[in-house]
C-alpha cells in the first residue's frame, strides 16, 4: 500500500479536543512537522504512535486515519524505503531454462 497522501481526520479531532498540533506532537514525542506530515497523508505513524493517539483521543485509530495508514500498525517498523522499497516491490525474475 502506498500513502494516501490527502488530509486525514485527525486535522479535524486535535481542534475538536481542544488541543495544538504541538501538544499532540509533545504527546507522541516527535516534530511539530511529524504531526503535519502525519495528517496530510505523508507519512506513516509508528505503532508506538498509534497507540498514542488511540488513548489521547479515547477513539479507535481508524477512526482519525485512514486504513493506509495503518498499514505498519502490527508490522515492521521503519517501513522500507530507497532501494528496500524498490527490492520488496520487485518480483524475482525467472531464471533461463526455469
Not at 479536543?17 to 507519512?43: K, Y
Not at 520488496?88 to 525467472?94: A, D, E, F, V, Y
Request: hydrophobic share 40%; aromatic share 6%; proline share 11%.
Amino acid at each position: 500500500m502506498a500513502l494516501p497522501r490527502r488530509r486525514q481526520q485527525l486535522g479535524k479531532f486535535i481542534p475538536f479536543h481542544e488541543l495544538t498540533h504541538q501538544q499532540v506532537a509533545d504527546v507522541l514525542g516527535c516534530s511539530l512537522s511529524r504531526v503535519r506530515n502525519i495528517i496530510n497523508g505523508n507519512a506513516f505513524p509508528s505503532p508506538t504512535e498509534i497507540q498514542q493517539l488511540e488513548r489521547l483521543f479515547g477513539l479507535p485509530v481508524e477512526v482519525l486515519l485512514d486504513a493506509e495508514m495503518l498499514e505498519f500498525r502490527n508490522g515492521p517498523w521503519p517501513p522500507p524505503r530507497g532501494t528496500a522499497l524498490l527490492l520488496q516491490r520487485t518480483k524475482p525474475r525467472p531464471q533461463a531454462g526455469e
